[in-house]
Protein backbone atom coordinates (compact mmCIF):
# COMPACT_ATOMS: atom_id res chain seq x y z
CA UNK A 1 0.00 0.00 0.00
CA UNK A 2 0.87 3.46 -0.81
CA UNK A 3 0.80 5.75 2.32
CA UNK A 4 0.02 9.41 2.18
CA UNK A 5 0.95 12.08 4.43
CA UNK A 6 0.21 15.36 4.40
CA UNK A 7 1.39 18.63 6.70
CA UNK A 8 0.38 20.87 8.33
CA UNK A 9 -2.61 18.92 9.53
CA UNK A 10 -4.10 22.43 10.11
CA UNK A 11 -3.40 25.74 9.51
CA UNK A 12 -5.16 29.52 10.39
CA UNK A 13 -4.11 32.11 7.51
CA UNK A 14 -5.55 35.98 6.91
CA UNK A 15 -7.15 36.77 3.66
CA UNK A 16 -4.77 37.22 0.92
CA UNK A 17 -2.58 35.35 2.38
CA UNK A 18 -0.36 32.67 0.51
CA UNK A 19 -1.04 29.31 1.82
CA UNK A 20 1.22 26.10 1.03
CA UNK A 21 0.29 22.46 1.92
CA UNK A 22 3.33 19.21 1.79
CA UNK A 23 1.92 15.74 0.56
CA UNK A 24 4.67 13.20 0.86
CA UNK A 25 3.83 9.41 -0.59
CA UNK A 26 5.73 6.35 0.82
CA UNK A 27 7.07 5.80 -2.35
CA UNK A 28 7.31 7.19 -5.95
CA UNK A 29 3.83 8.25 -7.72
CA UNK A 30 5.18 9.82 -10.30
CA UNK A 31 2.52 12.82 -10.91
CA UNK A 32 -0.27 10.56 -10.40
CA UNK A 33 -1.48 12.28 -7.44
CA UNK A 34 -4.94 15.04 -7.31
CA UNK A 35 -6.29 17.73 -4.97
CA UNK A 36 -9.77 18.03 -3.38
CA UNK A 37 -11.47 20.70 -1.34
CA UNK A 38 -13.90 19.39 1.23
CA UNK A 39 -16.53 22.20 2.84
CA UNK A 40 -17.86 21.60 6.05
CA UNK A 41 -21.05 19.00 5.39
CA UNK A 42 -20.43 19.07 1.96
CA UNK A 43 -19.01 16.83 -0.96
CA UNK A 44 -15.14 16.46 -1.89
CA UNK A 45 -14.64 18.12 -5.21
CA UNK A 46 -11.62 18.03 -7.19
CA UNK A 47 -9.59 20.65 -7.42
CA UNK A 48 -6.20 19.50 -9.28
CA UNK A 49 -5.21 16.14 -10.71
CA UNK A 50 -2.08 14.69 -11.82
CA UNK A 51 -0.30 16.71 -9.99
CA UNK A 52 -0.46 20.58 -11.31
CA UNK A 53 -3.27 20.65 -14.07
CA UNK A 54 -6.63 22.64 -12.14
CA UNK A 55 -9.95 21.20 -13.19
CA UNK A 56 -11.93 23.28 -15.18
CA UNK A 57 -14.19 26.32 -13.43
CA UNK A 58 -11.64 26.20 -10.54
CA UNK A 59 -9.73 29.44 -9.68
CA UNK A 60 -6.55 30.07 -10.74
CA UNK A 61 -5.81 31.02 -7.33
CA UNK A 62 -5.34 27.07 -6.80
CA UNK A 63 -2.13 25.41 -7.94
CA UNK A 64 -0.10 22.26 -7.46
CA UNK A 65 3.33 21.05 -8.45
CA UNK A 66 5.59 18.30 -7.52
CA UNK A 67 6.33 14.68 -8.42
CA UNK A 68 7.65 11.37 -7.19
CA UNK A 69 7.07 11.67 -3.71
CA UNK A 70 6.85 14.97 -2.65
CA UNK A 71 3.96 17.45 -3.94
CA UNK A 72 2.57 20.87 -2.82
CA UNK A 73 -0.81 22.57 -2.70
CA UNK A 74 -0.98 25.75 -2.93
CA UNK A 75 -3.41 28.86 -2.67
CA UNK A 76 -1.90 32.16 -3.99
CA UNK A 77 -4.42 34.76 -2.16
CA UNK A 78 -6.54 33.16 0.49
CA UNK A 79 -10.50 33.49 0.40
CA UNK A 80 -12.87 33.65 2.95
CA UNK A 81 -14.90 30.71 0.85
CA UNK A 82 -11.75 28.99 0.64
CA UNK A 83 -12.07 27.64 3.99
CA UNK A 84 -12.15 23.73 3.95
CA UNK A 85 -10.13 20.80 4.56
CA UNK A 86 -7.92 19.67 1.71
CA UNK A 87 -6.79 16.59 0.81
CA UNK A 88 -4.28 14.61 -1.79
CA UNK A 89 -5.01 11.63 -3.25
CA UNK A 90 -2.48 8.90 -5.22
CA UNK A 91 -3.62 7.16 -7.97
CA UNK A 92 -0.29 5.55 -8.94
CA UNK A 93 -1.60 1.81 -7.07
CA UNK A 94 -4.96 1.46 -6.38
CA UNK A 95 -5.91 4.98 -4.63
CA UNK A 96 -5.44 6.29 -1.41
CA UNK A 97 -5.58 9.52 0.38
CA UNK A 98 -3.77 11.90 2.76
CA UNK A 99 -5.02 12.40 6.39
CA UNK A 100 -6.70 16.19 5.03
CA UNK A 101 -5.60 19.12 6.00
CA UNK A 102 -7.97 21.69 7.50
CA UNK A 103 -7.82 25.54 6.11
CA UNK A 104 -9.22 27.93 8.53
CA UNK A 105 -9.35 32.53 8.50
CA UNK A 106 -7.46 33.87 10.80
CA UNK B 1 -26.62 18.56 -14.48
CA UNK B 2 -24.58 15.53 -13.20
CA UNK B 3 -25.65 14.32 -9.96
CA UNK B 4 -25.08 10.78 -7.67
CA UNK B 5 -27.45 9.75 -5.17
CA UNK B 6 -26.53 7.29 -2.22
CA UNK B 7 -29.28 5.53 0.14
CA UNK B 8 -29.45 2.60 1.98
CA UNK B 9 -27.85 4.14 5.12
CA UNK B 10 -29.00 3.43 8.74
CA UNK B 11 -28.42 1.65 11.91
CA UNK B 12 -27.38 -1.99 11.70
CA UNK B 13 -25.92 -3.95 14.77
CA UNK B 14 -22.61 -6.09 14.67
CA UNK B 15 -22.35 -8.86 12.06
CA UNK B 16 -25.22 -7.67 9.99
CA UNK B 17 -25.53 -6.97 6.45
CA UNK B 18 -26.48 -3.86 4.56
CA UNK B 19 -26.60 -2.56 0.56
CA UNK B 20 -25.98 0.70 -0.02
CA UNK B 21 -27.00 2.62 -3.64
CA UNK B 22 -26.12 5.09 -5.21
CA UNK B 23 -28.19 6.40 -8.41
CA UNK B 24 -26.77 8.50 -11.34
CA UNK B 25 -28.22 10.88 -13.37
CA UNK B 26 -27.14 13.33 -15.79
CA UNK B 27 -24.47 11.39 -17.82
CA UNK B 28 -23.98 8.16 -19.19
CA UNK B 29 -23.60 5.78 -16.10
CA UNK B 30 -22.16 2.81 -18.39
CA UNK B 31 -19.69 4.79 -19.68
CA UNK B 32 -17.52 5.34 -16.09
CA UNK B 33 -15.70 3.67 -13.62
CA UNK B 34 -17.16 4.36 -10.04
CA UNK B 35 -16.15 4.25 -6.93
CA UNK B 36 -17.24 4.38 -3.32
CA UNK B 37 -15.79 6.09 -0.51
CA UNK B 38 -16.66 6.78 3.17
CA UNK B 39 -15.87 9.02 6.02
CA UNK B 40 -15.70 8.01 9.21
CA UNK B 41 -17.42 11.17 11.77
CA UNK B 42 -15.01 13.60 12.14
CA UNK B 43 -12.07 11.60 10.19
CA UNK B 44 -10.55 12.08 6.67
CA UNK B 45 -11.76 10.23 3.24
CA UNK B 46 -11.13 6.74 2.89
CA UNK B 47 -10.89 4.54 -0.81
CA UNK B 48 -12.89 1.41 -0.89
CA UNK B 49 -13.67 0.10 -3.70
CA UNK B 50 -13.80 0.83 -7.64
CA UNK B 51 -15.62 -0.64 -10.44
CA UNK B 52 -15.00 -0.60 -14.37
CA UNK B 53 -17.39 0.83 -16.68
CA UNK B 54 -18.61 -2.61 -17.43
CA UNK B 55 -18.27 -4.37 -14.17
CA UNK B 56 -15.73 -6.76 -15.27
CA UNK B 57 -12.81 -5.18 -12.72
CA UNK B 58 -12.82 -4.64 -9.23
CA UNK B 59 -10.73 -3.44 -7.10
CA UNK B 60 -10.77 -2.95 -2.77
CA UNK B 61 -8.82 -1.47 -0.29
CA UNK B 62 -7.27 -4.30 1.18
CA UNK B 63 -8.55 -3.16 4.88
CA UNK B 64 -11.93 -4.77 3.54
CA UNK B 65 -10.95 -8.01 3.85
CA UNK B 66 -13.22 -9.20 1.42
CA UNK B 67 -16.51 -8.69 3.42
CA UNK B 68 -17.46 -5.76 1.23
CA UNK B 69 -18.34 -6.05 -2.90
CA UNK B 70 -18.73 -3.79 -5.25
CA UNK B 71 -21.65 -4.23 -8.19
CA UNK B 72 -23.41 -1.95 -10.83
CA UNK B 73 -26.18 -2.45 -13.19
CA UNK B 74 -25.87 -0.32 -16.01
CA UNK B 75 -29.17 -1.19 -16.85
CA UNK B 76 -30.76 1.13 -13.84
CA UNK B 77 -27.77 3.52 -13.61
CA UNK B 78 -27.04 2.04 -10.23
CA UNK B 79 -24.08 1.42 -8.20
CA UNK B 80 -24.29 -0.75 -5.48
CA UNK B 81 -21.96 -1.65 -2.15
CA UNK B 82 -22.79 -4.70 0.06
CA UNK B 83 -21.42 -4.70 2.86
CA UNK B 84 -21.24 -7.85 5.42
CA UNK B 85 -19.96 -8.47 8.78
CA UNK B 86 -20.04 -4.80 9.69
CA UNK B 87 -18.52 -3.10 13.07
CA UNK B 88 -18.54 -0.58 15.04
CA UNK B 89 -15.63 0.64 13.01
CA UNK B 90 -17.73 0.80 9.73
CA UNK B 91 -19.33 3.41 11.29
CA UNK B 92 -19.31 6.36 8.53
CA UNK B 93 -20.85 8.48 5.86
CA UNK B 94 -20.37 6.63 2.32
CA UNK B 95 -20.38 8.51 -0.84
CA UNK B 96 -20.26 7.13 -3.83
CA UNK B 97 -17.81 9.05 -6.55
CA UNK B 98 -17.76 9.16 -10.81
CA UNK B 99 -13.94 8.30 -12.13
CA UNK B 100 -13.22 11.49 -14.99
CA UNK B 101 -11.71 8.61 -17.25
CA UNK B 102 -14.32 7.46 -20.16
CA UNK B 103 -14.64 3.68 -20.32
CA UNK B 104 -11.18 3.65 -18.39
CA UNK B 105 -10.18 4.82 -15.19
CA UNK B 106 -7.90 7.86 -14.72
CA UNK B 107 -8.14 7.90 -11.30
CA UNK B 108 -9.65 11.33 -10.41
CA UNK B 109 -12.80 11.30 -8.64
CA UNK B 110 -15.46 13.65 -9.71
CA UNK B 111 -18.75 14.23 -9.11
CA UNK B 112 -19.13 12.55 -5.88
CA UNK B 113 -22.77 12.32 -4.15
CA UNK B 114 -23.50 13.24 -0.56
CA UNK B 115 -23.31 10.13 1.22
CA UNK B 116 -25.42 8.08 2.70
CA UNK B 117 -24.48 7.58 6.55
CA UNK B 118 -24.25 3.84 7.85
CA UNK B 119 -24.18 3.61 11.79
CA UNK B 120 -23.29 -0.06 13.08
CA UNK B 121 -24.36 -0.10 16.38
CA UNK B 122 -25.79 -2.83 19.17
Known amino acids: DIQMTQSPSSLSASVGDRVSITCQASQDISNYLNWYQQKPGKAPKLLIY???NLETGVPSRFSGSGSGTDFTFTISSLQPEDIATYYC????????FGPGTKVDIK | QVQLVESGGGVVQPGRSLRLSCVAS????????MHWVRQAPGKGLEWLAVISYDGTKKYYADSLKGRFTISRDNSKNTLYLQMKSLRAEDTAVYLCARDVGYTSTSGAFDPWGQGTLVTVSS
Open chain 1, 89 to 96: QQYDNLFS
Open chain 2, 26 to 33: GFTFSNYA
Open chain 1, 50 to 52: DAS
